[in-house]
């Protein structure tokens, strides 16, 4: 090449090496690169010399590498490379190291610590791991199983120094370094006394080919005239075509800020309008070819699913694979680092809830889930939702059964030299050492503290995963700044096709993985040692001791309020916490509910009774429920008394494990001591319980209390839901303990948590909206000028017929409001018997209303014509009449919203009826024969709207779920201004119980509230985020109808007060309100003819007038006329220079803006 002989040089990504190649002219990359930094290495090969310019060409491969291609590109030209990701404390490298260094001699353990830690990889390593390095190093793992487990060298620990032993100086020289070997066959020219070497074949590779099969490596074909145990000896085979060979291999996955870079990227292409898409697409190197497919690739995957992936928006793809089982697509661009943990997690979620193994694949853009056809519906987007605080702990217990896991075993034991090569001059073939491996696996998996299963999960959690980036990408999940969109197409949308190639090729060969590599190794892994030399924070130091101590009064019934009372509640004590003492008993008994008797009376009563019995464990009398007895004699030996119904007797599968479980249930974390001593057992099968409990996810391992003394025969359990509502209060009592945000910051996050700072898109995006909404009523006019338009970017009147005409979506009547309009709640069709209210108004019996209703009832949906026809009115208007009166009582519904439509644009008059109450129950006297709208023609089908749900609590559950859905932070104002059933108080009941199972927590999270605040402790973080910024540049105003839900101001807030100002605000149907960072700066009623203005800072007002004229113009809102501000006239006021700068126009009543045409 550097002589100019080689024209063309085709290389590998060893091209990123940075070797002296020689002048190139042009590097062609195939393929999008991995990265923004390992394209730049690879094109600038070509011009590496001072002053030259590095010019490629990239090919992308197909349609969906040409957005990658793109990012990457537009990336390189602007110099945003990756960060580094330096290893942290590899102890594989620390043992092969230390070999070396001592097997010339001895060296001191203390200045060999000194030497290592003064490498940047080393220099947080801690002495735990370090000492436990050595031990492995020194022999003090069994080596009866694993020959190779005998030393390498001497530690001795009186003189402290390491010597190595015979042997040590070849094994460092002949196994030493990092990069794995892949057990490659050598491929040779057969025939020829020099062997001449022609290249290398992949191991399943040649398991596949026969002699005389013919295969093409460089640019010649070769026919195989035999395979060796370690070679392919070859033949020219000239002209013949021939397959081509493959290698497996491992890909380095894309960054995530790479990933997140991607899906900004679309995310703003598909967003931009043509001109200026084109424009960036230009900027970034491509061709009109590549251009047009890339754009034509974005529309095809918006058309099929409605959405794109993008850094805001996940898409759930769900349909039917070939064989009829339910495949589940997660389209994600956040790289193959983030995906690959995250399908763990997600196979654990499919094994608990579904009962199968789960088969999640990763790749770069997304996961495929299979999951096996059954009658229930698959799951969906909540497959794929985590609790960031647990996601990181099922990844670390998953990751030890994975397949990767094992692979890397075998790496790391070879670079730790414990599988030393036997001749340096011939390949170990895979499958040997993969054998090697799992039978060194086997040995080590009993040792909480063996270096190299520590130093595999390091790798993988630290090296392999990103696990910081999806715990910030589950948090952002969970606050809702990422949202996931469900969409089931006919067929796999463009992106699916992408990702389902690359899951056939991963399952290729997935069954014939060996099975060492394949199965769930439960790993035996001490935290406290994993956790130091991961440099994660042990959850000692976040459970809180008294939150601690308080759930263990409370699950022991210690507590004053869960004491037992009389014979029944000391029978339901034996039932949940097992065989007690009378003393034990005694102390959890409220002498108040006993009627005089003590605690031995009661025993003795449900003794005679026969509902308890005696026994003796661990030399203590205590008294069992008499169903525990089977348990107890099997379990533990324990003598029973005679005459015990043979029902009680029969064995069980489990029944020690079933006994330590509930005291695992009813206690926070313990020591295996502790249950020995409980039950009368040998600490060694109380382990052995425990760790079975611990392998079938039952019970979680670790250091939870402050007072753990840290190594392994000390080390507690916890059962896992137990821990999990441990951990949840403590963060609740570290969030306690910080200052409630301010009104105003509640505020802006309202704005964002409902959609106004980062609208939705599309049919996917007003489904959101009307999911967060459902059954609020809103005024009608409000719905598609304000509240809709404002949320969803590309928002039309046809996205919302086309929801209800396919019945996803229902809306419904709450009454008339004066003039043409009147409030209307819409509803998710699932959701609809929670959310809709009773119908108002009894109906007369021989009213044409009740001949409607009994015409509908029979089911379906009708035009009213043909509801003339089957009722006998007498004309069609008279149909239409008493339909509007139907449809305001809360009777009937239309398959479009055309009807309200032609309502508010005149084809109608409304009644003159006040608006009912939201969710009313009572006969308000009107007659449903008073005046209706007239209107001329209304197109849609009537029909009845669902029937409600009568179960009070259901209802009760489902809307306290959409009031955290809905406000982030449910507040007695928030409730009651939608007039919630049962009021503030029935909320807290059901609050209270969410926060008892872990779904929200009770705290004081906005100042002046008071403290009864519920909310999830993702939103409260999320909250927490907007304190900050009481007074951000640029000045954020926003435009609401007074009865937006996002107006917190009247309802979560009170209204400010304004000094000398009779009239009051309120959230009137037409009404608007401004606010300013979060702060209420403008309130108008309808027309906008009297105005409450909240402050006199001159530029907060200049930005309220502004979005309020701009909102007017862009919503087409009626014409606007301020004459008044707080009682006094408009003119010479501070606000009326900043409507008059803002597009008001001066006239003789005021300043007006006329309605946009």
């Known amino acids: ?49 001072v002053g030259e310019i590095s010019r490629a060409a990239l090919f992308p491969k197909h349609r969906g590498d040409v957005l990658h291609t793109a990012i990457v590109t537009e990336r390189m030209l602007a110099g945003k490379i990756e960060a580094i990701q330096v290893p942290r404390n590899p102890l594989d490298i620390l043992a092969q190291q230390t070999v070396a260094a001592s097997a010339l001699g001895a060296i001191s353990v203390e200045e060999w610590f000194e030497t290592v830690r003064r490498s940047a990889p080393f220099q947080s390593l ?173 529309s095809e995957q918006r058309e099929a699913t409605g959405t794109l992936p993008t850094d805001r928006t996940l898409t759930v793809e769900r349909g039917h694979d070939e064989v009829g089982d339910w495949r589940v697509i997660l389209h994600s661009p956040y790289g193959m680092k983030v995906h690959a943990p995250w399908a763990l997690a997600i196979n654990a979620r499919v094994r608990e809830r579904l009962g199968v193994e789960g088969s999640a694949v990763a790749s770069d853009d997304g996961i495929i889930v299979r999951i096996p056809d059954a009658e229930s519906e698959p799951p969906g987007a909540e497959l794929f939702v985590f609790d960031p605080d647990e996601l990181e702990q099922l990844v670390t217990q998953e990751v030890g059964g994975s397949a990767l896991f094992a692979s890397r075993f075998r790496e790391c034991a070879a670079r730790a030299l414990l599988m030393p090569r036997t001749n340096p001059n011939r390949r170990t073939p895979l499958w040997q050492q993969r054998q090697r491996s799992a039978q060194l696996l086997e040995v080590a998996r009993r040792h909480p503290t063996f270096p190299v299963i520590l130093e595999t999960l390091r790798e993988v959690l630290q090296d392999v995963y990103d696990l910081p980036s999806l715990r910030k990408l589950a948090t952002s999940i969970a606050d809702r700044r990422i949202r996931l969109v469900e969409t089931q197409p006919g067929q796999p949308s463009p992106f699916a096709r992408d990702l389902l190639f690359g899951y056939v090729g991963a399952f290729m060969y997935e069954g014939d993985s060996p099975l060492a590599e394949r199965r769930a190794a439960a790993l035996s892994v001490d935290p406290a040692l994993l956790g130091e030399l991961l440099g994660t924070v042990e959850l000692r130091e976040l459970l809180d001791p008294d939150v601690i101590a308080q759930f263990e009064r409370e699950a022991q019934r210690l507590d004053a309020e869960r004491r037992a009372r009389g014979l029944e509640g000391v029978a339901d004590l034996l039932r949940l916490l097992g065989p007690l003492d009378t003393d034990e008993v005694a102390a959890r008994l409220d002498p108040e509910s006993t009627g005089g008797a003590t605690a031995a009376t009661l025993l003795d009563d449900l003794v005679t009774a026969r ?446 007060k304004l000094e000398g100002v009779s009239h009051r605000p309120g959230r009137k149907a037409g009404g608007l309100v401004v606010l300013v960072d979060g702060a209420l700066v403008l309130s108008l009623e309808r027309g906008g003819r009297t105005v409450l203005c909240f402050t006199d800072d001159e530029e907060v007002l200049q930005a309220a007038a502004a979005d309020l004229a701009t909102t007017a113009r862009d919503r087409r809102l009626d014409t606007l006329t301020v004459e008044k501000v707080n009682g006094e006239g408009v003119y010479g006021t501070i606000l009326g220079r900043a409507l008059q700068e803002a597009g008001f126009v001066q006239t003789p009543r005021g300043f007006t803006l006329r309605k946009a045409v």
């Not at 149909?879 to 305001?888: D, Q, R």
């Not at 969710?919 to 849609?940: D, F, H, K, Q, W």
């Open 611 to 1056: 509902r308890a019995i005696p026994v003796t464990i661990a030399g203590v009398a205590r008294v069992a429920a008499i169903e525990d007895a089977g348990r107890l004699r099997d379990a533990l030996g324990a003598a029973l008394p005679t005459g015990i119904p043979v029902a009680f007797l029969e064995p069980l599968a489990d029944p020690l494990g079933d006994l330590v479980a509930r005291h695992a249930r009813t206690h926070g974390p313990f020591t295996t001591a502790s249950v020995a001593e409980r039950f009368g057992l040998g600490t060694a099968v109380a382990r052995h319980t425990l760790q079975r409990l611990e392998t079938n996810g039952r019970l979680t391992s670790g250091y939870f209390l402050p007072t753990a003394a840290g190594s392994g025969d000390d080390i507690e359990w916890c059962d896992t839901e137990v821990l999990r509502r441990l951990r949840m209060r403590s963060l609740a009592a570290i969030r306690g303990s910080v200052e409630p945000v301010s009104p105003e910051a509640y505020a802006r996050f309202l704005q964002d948590w409902q959609h106004l700072g980062r609208p939705l898109e599309g049919i996917d995006g007003v489904l959101t909206v009307i999911e967060q909404f459902a059954g609020v009523p809103i005024p009608a006019s409000a719905w598609e000028s304000l509240v809709l338009p404002s949320r969803v970017r590309d928002y039309t009147p046809a996205l919302l017929d086309e929801l209800t005409a396919a019945g996803e979506v229902i809306w419904s009547g709450h009454g008339t409001l004066p003039g043409r309009d009147g409030w209307v709640s819409l509803h998710p069709a699932d959701l609809a018997p929670f959310t809709l209210p009773d119908p108002d108004a009894e109906i007369a019996a021989e009213s044409l209303e009740a001949r409607l209703l009994a015409a509908l009832a029979a089911g379906g949906a009708y035009f009213a014509a043909q509801l003339k026809e089957m009722t006998g009115a007498e004309n069609e208007q008279s149909v239409l009449e008493a339909l509007w009166s139907l449809t305001w009582s809360g009777h009937v519904t239309n398959d479009t919203f055309a009807p309200i439509r032609s309502l508010l644009t005149g084809g109608s008059q409304a009644h003159k009826v006040k608006r009912r109450a939201p969710r009313a129950r009572t006969y308000r006297g009107m007659s449903l024969t008073r005046t209706a709208p007239r209107p001329t023609s209304i197109g849609g089908r009537w029909s009845l709207l669902p029937e409600v749900e009568t179960d009070p609590a259901r209802r009760a559950t489902v809307t306290a779920g959409l009031l955290l859905d809905r406000y982030g932070v449910v507040t007695r104002g928030a409730v009651q201004s939608e007039g919630v059933p049962g009021g503030f108080a029935q909320a807290y009941r059901v609050l209270a119980g969410f926060e008892e199972a872990g779904h929200c927590r009770r705290g004081y999270v906005i100042e002046k509230l008071g403290a009864a605040q519920f909310a999830a402790s993702a939103t409260v973080d999320r909250l927490r985020t907007y304190a900050g910024l009481a007074d951000p540049p640029p000045r954020k105003a926003v435009t609401l109808a007074a009865t937006d839900p996002a107006n917190p101001y009247g309802a979560a807030l009170g209204w400010p």
């Open 1 to 49: 090449l550097k002589s100019g002989v080689l024209r063309c040089v085709v290389a590998t990504s060893s091209l990123e090496l940075g070797i002296d190649m020689g002048a190139v002219d042009l590097v062609i990359q195939v393929e999008a690169p991995p990265s923004a930094a390992s394209g730049l290495q690879r094109v600038g090969r070509a011009g590496h010399q």
């Open 126 to 298: 801690p002495r735990s791991a370090y000492e436990a390095t050595l031990d492995l190093l020194a022999g003090r793992f069994p080596s009866d199983e694993f020959a190779e487990l005998r030393p390498r060298l001497v530690w001795d620990r009186d003189a402290g120094t390491l010597t190595g032993r015979p042997g040590a100086q070849r094994i460092a020289v002949t196994s030493g370094g990092t990069i794995p070997d892949r057990g490659l066959f050598g491929v040779f020219v057969a025939g020829e006394s020099t062997g001449a070497r022609v290249g290398e074949l992949d191991e399943e590779m040649v398991y596949e080919s026969r002699v005389g099969d013919v295969f093409t490596l460089g640019t010649t074909s070769w026919r195989i005239a035999e395979i060796t145990h370690d070679r392919v000896n070859v033949i020219p085979a000239y002209g013949q075509p021939g397959k081509v060979p493959f290698w497996h291999g491992d890909g380095i996955g894309r960054p995530f800020e790479l990933g997140e870079a991607l899906g900004a990227f679309s995310r703003e292409v598909s967003a931009a309008k043509p001109e200026k898409a084109e424009q960036r697409l230009i900027a970034a190197g491509l061709d009109e070819q590549a251009r047009a497919n890339l754009l034509a690739h974005l």
